[in-house]
């Protein structure tokens, strides 16, 4: 069960999101630019209504007062739902659905890149970064984070970009007609906006919060998921359920805070409309009194103003869509700033193993400390220094938490070195680039993980170039024909999340035979044959030893009877090498650590 204060409130940068989505965006300029003009034609098609009908009003009180022909009245009224036709009908209805098009395609677009960055950002974060990182937090960041892109671009190209255009009409239009009510719904106007930014800027906190309460939940989801087995061997499903509901309880009353800020929030903005309203209503018709406007102005005057309103609420709306997004990607993009502290050095070579030889200068390492405690130490590596001589096996052995699969790590670069270097046929890892470190290495890891895939699938990982047969023969090698023989489905066994299906056995064979297809110059082997039974140990051994002949090796086991052979053995204990030799030297040294443990082994202690 994960502990709840690892997680970091995120900040809301709207500067750095706007600058990222920018990035993006930068590429489409002309569709953007396009956009915005069909935007605006849009917004001055619909504007052009309110004339129409001012125009109608004025020609219609003509009409009455006898100043015109009933016949010439109509042909008005006739041009002008002609005009009127052309107008919205046939150009509004075109520039709509190019618009729509185009803004289709921009926003999946947008959406697609974001995505497919932010996964190759984290894909590509260092080994520390993920040893930390929830992955169920993870994705909860990625898809909400994409998904608000979509709104947030939504928010300025629907909300603001016309509504700012149809405001700065109305209010132009109005003054041009009566000073004092276009007063009026200026004041109006920024009350109302001005209160709804205020109660947004205050929601983005509870958001925030509700969001990270989201996490927490969706992370504690993965977790007892990826652990089920647990979970089920100690009959824990209550306590499990007992935690999730303690999140969601927390998640509620989060989300409970944050939506609350909606039901007063509407009330009082409809009360600020309606008092502007209110005094406009009463302006406007004294200037008509005093005879300063038609009523056909009247009529542009209320038809502008209440077609403004429902623009209103759809900038605030707008606006606090945009604030919300903003929450939304900040968790996302904030992983954007996380470096990656194992980097390729700008002009890193490819490395070339040719010979295969390992050199271990001076080595020191530790680990980053687990938690923020100060005062404690981590596992260090203390000046190791080995040499593996190519085709030649080094065995790495001693008590558990040693340091063997460190040794390991530090050789694929997994974390750099603090001190010393680590060179291969010459070459320092620190100076080539990882891709072809770890291209050059083939590695059967002490705890094989699969994909939740076919059999085929997990073996032909390790080279995707390998034809069938090369596969096949990598299966036959790691003794796994025979198992898969036995399957209904073959080779094409889904093995389940993490490998599940499978027996450990079979697991560390699939991730044998992954070894055997990459086919690299070294070759390490940790604990890569402690699952199986004696007899299978022994065929795999056997054809293990045949690989190795023209390949550096590094075995670690903790069974000695599978590396006395080897040409060099090295005890590692707390970080050190505390013997080496081969095994008759070792054995021969009564009190040291092999001898014991050779005997310990053997049954003699
Ligand atoms: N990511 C990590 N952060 C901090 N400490 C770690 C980390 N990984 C391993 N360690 C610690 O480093 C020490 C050495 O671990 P390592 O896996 O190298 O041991 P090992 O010799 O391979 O042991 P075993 O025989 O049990 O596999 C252990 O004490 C372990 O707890
Ligand atoms: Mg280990």
Redesign the pocket.
């Known amino acids: 069960m994960s502990s709840p204060d690892y997680l970091e409130e995120y900040n809301v940068n709207t500067k750095y999101n706007l600058k990222i989505v920018w990035r993006y965006l930068k590429q489409d300029k002309w569709i953007i630019s396009t956009l915005l003009l069909l935007v605006l034609a849009l917004e001055l098609i619909s504007f052009s209504d309110e004339f129409l009908f001012k125009y109608l009003v004025d020609e219609a009180t003509l009409y009455q007062a006898g100043k015109i022909t009933a016949d010439l009245f109509l042909s008005y009224v006739l041009k002008l739902m002609i005009l009127y036709l052309f107008l919205k009908g046939v150009m509004g209805g075109v520039f709509w659905f190019i618009k729509s098009q185009l803004f289709n395609r921009l926003e999946s677009r947008l959406m697609s890149n974001v995505e497919k960055s932010s996964f190759w950002h984290i894909l590509n974060l260092s080994y520390r970064f993920h040893?930390n990182k929830k992955t169920g937090s993870i994705i909860s960041k990625l898809t909400r984070g994409v998904g608000k892109t979509e709104s947030l671009l939504d928010a300025i190209t629907f909300q603001f970009f016309p509504v700012f255009f149809r405001l700065i009409l109305s209010i132009g239009i109005i003054f041009y007609f009566d000073l004092y009510t276009a007063l009026a719904l200026l004041v109006t106007v920024i009350l109302f906006l001005a209160f709804g930014v205020y109660v947004s800027h205050k929601q983005e906190r509870p958001q925030n919060m509700a969001n990270y309460k989201e996490d927490l939940l969706k992370q504690n989801v993965s977790d007892v998921f990826i652990n089920i087995e647990t979970v089920k061997y100690f009959g824990k499903e209550k306590r499990t359920q007992g935690y999730f509901n303690e999140l969601s309880h927390n998640l509620k009353e989060a989300r409970v805070k944050f939506w609350d800020y909606f039901s007063w929030y509407v009330g009082l903005q409809t009360l600020i409309l309606t008092l502007g309203v209110a005094v406009i209503v009463y302006l406007s018709f004294s200037s008509y009194v005093e005879g300063k406007i038609t009523l056909g102005s009247i009529t542009l005057i209320y038809t502008a103003i209440w077609k403004l309103i429902p623009y209103l609420y759809g900038l605030m709306y707008g606006y606090r869509q945009f604030i919300m997004s903003n929450v939304d990607i900040s968790s996302l993009f904030e992983i954007f700033k996380e470096e990656n502290e194992v980097v390729d050095k700008p002009q890193a070579k490819k490395i070339k193993v040719k010979e295969g030889n390992i050199e271990f200068k001076e080595v020191t390492f530790s680990?980053?400390l687990?938690d923020h405690h100060h005062g404690k130490h981590?596992?260090s590596i203390k000046s190791l220094n080995l040499k593996i001589n190519k085709n030649t096996k080094l065995a790495l052995v001693?008590?558990?938490?040693?340091?063997?699969?460190?040794?390991v790590k530090l050789l694929y670069r997994l974390f750099d070195l603090n001190q010393g270097q680590i060179l291969i046929d010459g070459q320092d890892i620190s100076q080539v680039t990882q891709e072809s470190l770890r291209n050059s290495l083939s590695i059967v890891p002490?705890e094989p993980i699969l994909f939740d895939n076919s059999l085929f699938f997990n073996v032909a990982y390790a080279n995707p170039r390998a034809s069938r047969k090369e596969v096949w023969q990598a299966i036959k090698f790691a003794h796994l024909d025979k198992f898969i023989e036995k399957l209904p489905n073959k080779e094409k066994t889904i093995v389940g999340e993490r490998g599940v299906k499978l027996s450990g056995g079979e697991k560390q064979r699939v991730s044998i035979a992954r070894a055997i297809l990459a086919n690299k110059k070294i070759l390490v082997l940790?604990?890569a044959t402690s699952a199986l039974d004696s007899e299978t140990e022994k065929e795999i051994q056997r054809d293990l030893s045949k690989l190795m002949r023209n390949r550096t090796t590094i075995i670690?086991a903790?069974r000695l009877s599978t590396i006395m052979k080897a040409d060099k053995i090295v005890v590692?204990s707390g970080g050190k090498v505390i013997e080496q030799g081969n095994h008759n030297d070792l054995i021969n040294n009564q009190t040291g650590l092999y001898s014991r443990l050779w005997r310990l082994q053997q049954g003699k202690a």
């Open positions: 040893l680990y980053p687990r981590s596992f001693g008590p558990s938490g040693g340091g063997k699969s460190t040794v002490q940790d604990e670690i903790h590692l």
